[in-house]
């Protein structure tokens, strides 16, 4: 149980960044999360302890000592002990979400069924495991299991009914080559110099995680300005990514040390230029833009013609927006059918403007509107 356990007071100091908007909250996470407002996070990531019941020393075959999480805060008396601080966080954690937030909970085979189970009870809804797997896992020194080269990641909804959570799913696709993202997701372990060191050399905290992990979970699942939570907050990790990603944070710590090492891992990030951020939005999702605003903007004069691509067809300008093609009038679209002798067309992707370098496409004049208002396409 939490309260048996060894870490900081519930009244420990808050230690707090420059900029108000990413925080470490040093203390136990189920009474620290329990004061934040209610209904007011939209993404948590929480990394918690694995209780991975190890039994003395890990040794390699040559006796050399293996470098695995053998801390206070990865220990519990039972799996039961184990159940009852699940249950806590995640409650507490679901308190502070908005009803459209989601949660990440990433872990090994020692404790992510039994955190799945406990989710499902409590009424979290199930969206996706993503398998987390390791290009360069720590190999099986004793040679009697299967190295252990992945850990789980379930990603759920606050609840059943919840709608409008989000999940970018056209900017994954569009990283990906155009292609669905999987589940499955092949990252290598945090190593070189992104893992925090302390002034021995050694390794600041056991389970580091990959910032190209987090970044993946962060552009998937939440936006710029968005508040991510992270009950075990550790070296900071999630906190680094939502400062580069253009978004809020709040991370819970119980160990004075590692929060420290967090804040100034996290106070040394430079968040990427808001350009790069902005919500990537598929053409369907832009605010409509009507063809009579090109018109008004003086982007098209009256009177002008507009093209297909071969030049073959020429249809008139009016000055009410709609444009003409021998005696028939209509919308881009409509106009753009009958010159096609087709059922429908998107009149944008159809007609072009004369311009000084050729043929411009009027779709490419409604972008540039698009763009004055903030939006990329
Ligand atoms: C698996 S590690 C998280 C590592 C982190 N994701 C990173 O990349 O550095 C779990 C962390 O949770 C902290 N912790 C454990 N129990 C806690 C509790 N009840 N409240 C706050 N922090 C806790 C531990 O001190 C440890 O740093």
Redesign the pocket.
Known sequence: M?ES?R?ASARAPRTNFESPSHRIIL????AEMSKLQAGSVDLVFA????NLQLKGDLKRPDESHVDAVN?D?DKFDSFSAYDD?TRA?LLAARRAMKPSATIWVIGSYHNIFRVGAIMQDLGFWLLNDIVWRKTNPMPNFRGRRFTNAHETMIWAARDENAKGYTFNYEALKAANEDVQARSDWLIPLCTGEERLKGADGKKV?P???PEGLLARVLLSSSKPGDLVI?????????GAVAKRLGRSYIG????KA?AKAAEARIAKVEPLPEESLAPFMTAREAPRVAFSELIERGMIMPGTKLFDAKKKLGALVRADGAIMLGDKVGSIHRIGAVAQGAQACNGWTFWHVETKKGLKLIDELRAEIRAGMGILE
């Open positions: 939490v356990r870490g203390g136990d996470c189920v990394d918690p302890p694995y801390d805060w601080f966080w905290h389970t580091q995680k992270d009950p075990f907050n550790g070296t900071g990790t999630t819970f710590e119980r160990d590692y």
